[in-house]
């Protein structure tokens, strides 16, 4: 399978500060990272969808300006929460597109970023 | 109707039997099943996929898909306290996976 990594795992901030989340295929290349966001006890929420070198597509009720991606390369994704608030903490998972040998499509998740805003 | 649906549970089996849990899917052109494991605070991880109808085996568990019926299963033999988490259902349609909401699972010791 795919190895994926996240970066930080866990990060406490103030509401009104930014915070940056870092996402990494570690041994293969992403044309499309998926990003997603868990409440606790709740289902998954995909909130948006990036490939590399274009913008993001958001899903809907998904805020573009507060959420920032950027998917420079292949290999990284990053996310950023602008202004946080306290209703922005969550669970923070991204999921690189991935290509197995056989041509199967799969999709694997990075560890997630637990982000508390205070 | 939910693109995919599954039943909340939770579903409490005792340890040692077989847990069995179920998936409906609504979009026929629906290409790759998976399921994925996902413990509480942590991320989901891939344990099956599977493309063609029938059963796919992978150690103790079993994908089984019916692509007529449109319903994708997951079998865990020999059920473990450790095999106690919540299973989510995804399918695959056009490079989108589409996940259910999925079942939690509880093993029971």
């Known amino acids: 399978g795919a190895v994926v990594s996240q970066h930080p795992s866990r990060v406490i901030c103030k509401s009104g500060t930014s915070v940056k989340i870092e996402c990494r295929s570690l041994d293969f290349q992403a044309t499309t990272m998926f990003w997603y966001r868990q409440f606790p006890k709740k289902s998954l929420m995909l909130m948006a969808t990036?490939?590399?070198?274009?913008?993001?597509?958001?899903e809907q009720g998904v805020e573009k300006d507060k959420f920032l991606i950027n998917h420079a390369s292949l290999t990284l994704s990053t996310l950023t929460v602008t202004s946080a608030h306290p209703e922005d903490s969550s669970f923070y998972i991204c999921?690189?597109?991935?290509?197995?040998?056989?041509?199967?499509?799969?999709?694997?998740f990075g560890p997630g970023t637990r982000l508390t805003v205070t | 109707q939910k693109e995919v649906e599954q039943n909340s549970g939770p579903l409490s089996v005792p340890e040692g039997a077989i847990a069995s849990l179920n998936c409906t899917y609504s979009d026929r052109g629906s290409q790759s099943f998976f399921w994925y494991r996902q413990y509480s605070g942590k991320s989901p991880e891939l344990i099956m996929f599977?493309?063609?109808?029938g059963d796919k085996e992978d150690g103790r568990f079993t994908a089984q898909l019916n692509k007529a019926s449109q319903y994708v299963s997951l079998l865990i033999r020999d059920s473990q306290p450790s095999d106690s988490a919540t299973y989510l259902c995804?399918?695959?349609?056009?490079?989108?996976?589409?996940f259910g909401k999925g079942t939690r699972l509880h093993i029971l010791p």
């Open positions: 990036s490939n590399e070198g274009s913008k993001a597509t958001y």
């Open positions: 599977i493309y063609s109808n």
């Open positions: 999921s690189p597109n991935y290509w197995g040998l056989a041509g199967s499509y799969e999709q694997y």
């Open positions: 995804a399918v695959n349609r056009d490079d989108k996976i589409i």
